[in-house]
Each structure stands twice: as C-alpha cells, then as structure tokens.
C-alpha cells in the first residue's frame, strides 16, 4: 500500500504496488469473488479481509494508499475499511458513478487509484473533501503513503524510479524486481516522518509483497510475489 508506479507501454502499462505493512497481516493467497457481472481478483489482508490491490476480468483495477496529504490522527471506529471499499468499487459501471454515489463520510483518509476502460484517476480523501485527478495513461507515475513517507522521500524514490525507467524501458519483471530491491520500506524513512532524532528500532512495518499489473494485447497478466518468496500468478483475456 505504500509505494506504487505507473509506467506506460507499448501495448498498455504496468502498474505495480509495493505493500508495507505488520507481518501479521500479509496476504498468502489470491482470492477470486464475483460481484455481479465481474469476477474480482486480489490479494487478501489476512486481518481486515479486504484487500490494497484488485482488479477486474473486465479490466479495471484499484490501489489504494493509506493517508492523503499528511498524516492523520487514526480514530477508534471507522464506518469501512479501506480495503472494502477499493473492492466495493467493482460494484459500480463507472469511476464517475463510484464517486458520486459512494458514502465516503466516515472512511479514514486514503489515496485511491482507478483505472476503468482507458480511465485513470487519483481520488485523495482528507475526512472533509474528495479530492479527484485525472491522470494521463502516457506518463510515468510514482506514489507513497504519507504516513510513512515524507515528500522528501517520495521525491528521491520518484526520480530514481523514473531515471530507471528512461534508461532501461523495463519489462513487468524487471519493475517488480526495482520495486523490490530499490523501494522497499526502509526504517529511516518512518524516523523522517516522525522527525524522530533517533533510529526507531523493532518498527512493525516492512515490505511484505510486491503486486503488478500489465495490460497488453492479450488481455491482463497479474503477478503476487510475496518477500519470503511465495509466487502467485494470473491472467485474464478480455
């Protein structure tokens, strides 16, 4: 949920998240579930049971980032998980319907992408206001959850991220492996956004898996590669 690319290709793109999270709560399987005319796949939160990933037989997918601009004091009760809400997304025909229907009072702040049939948008909840931009499908974008990264740290990843790409034009395998290797959640990064003097050690928090997806002329191919070297895969014609 924590550091996510968008790189365009040729035939469509590559989308890929890393997730940072407790341990106790990686996912250790896909799941597939149907909602209506759709049949969803995603890693599953082993705690909340919702999911940062998923995407569509249709061809839609959604991420969704903790926080908005900056970090947020977390309340007791909540009226939905994140996680639920990136899949009740799938219940609506369009990005446009989804905001415009969707209760979003009560949601802790998040940063939601949606890519539906050409499509792509940024929606940013503050607890007060949707905020909504539109993204263009032809350049290249990179994301950090707030609440673990500063914008320093976001911008030092986004150009390296970036830099990689212009110089490699990396394939779906070749991202997931830099998601891995360069952007993994490092401690240094949480003691910045705390503005902690000292090293935070037995932080609870690490990359736990990385996510992709590529859509190309066949349709979608998904990868899950969990970081103690579980591998899921799955494609999807349409």
Not at 6 to 14: E, H, K, Q
Not at 127 to 152: A, D, F, I, M, N
Not at 161 to 169: G, L
Not at 182 to 208: C, D, I, K
């Amino acid at each position: 949920m924590c550091t996510v690319s968008f790189v365009p290709t040729a035939d469509g793109f590559v989308f890929t998240s890393n997730r940072d999270e407790d341990p106790k709560r990686a996912a250790s399987q896909l799941i597939e579930e149907q909602r209506g005319d759709l049949m969803i796949t995603f890693p599953q939160d082993a705690e909340a049971k919702g999911t940062w990933f998923a995407y569509s037989d249709k061809g839609q997918f959604a991420c969704v980032l903790n926080g908005a601009f900056e970090p947020h004091k977390r309340k007791e009760n909540y009226l939905m998980s994140r996680g639920a809400m990136a899949l009740a997304y799938f219940d609506y025909p369009s990005i446009n319907s989804f905001t415009e229907a969707f209760n979003f009072e009560g949601m802790e702040p998040f940063t939601l992408l949606l890519y539906n049939g050409g499509h792509f948008c940024e929606l940013k909840w503050d607890e007060q206001v949707l905020h909504h931009r539109t993204l263009s499908t032809k350049e290249v974008y990179v994301w950090s959850s707030c609440t673990l990264y500063t914008q320093e740290w976001w911008l030092d990843r986004s150009l390296l991220f970036k830099e990689f790409v212009a110089r490699q034009q990396p394939d779906q395998k070749e991202i997931m492996h830099f998601h891995a290797e360069h952007l993994p959640f490092a401690p240094e990064a949480l003691q910045a956004r705390l503005g902690s003097a000292q090293p935070l050690v037995n932080v609870p928090v690490v990359t736990t898996s990385v996510s992709s997806i590529a859509q190309n002329a066949r349709g979608l191919d998904f990868y899950f590669q969990r970081t103690d070297g579980t591998f899921h895969t799955h494609k999807s014609t349409y």
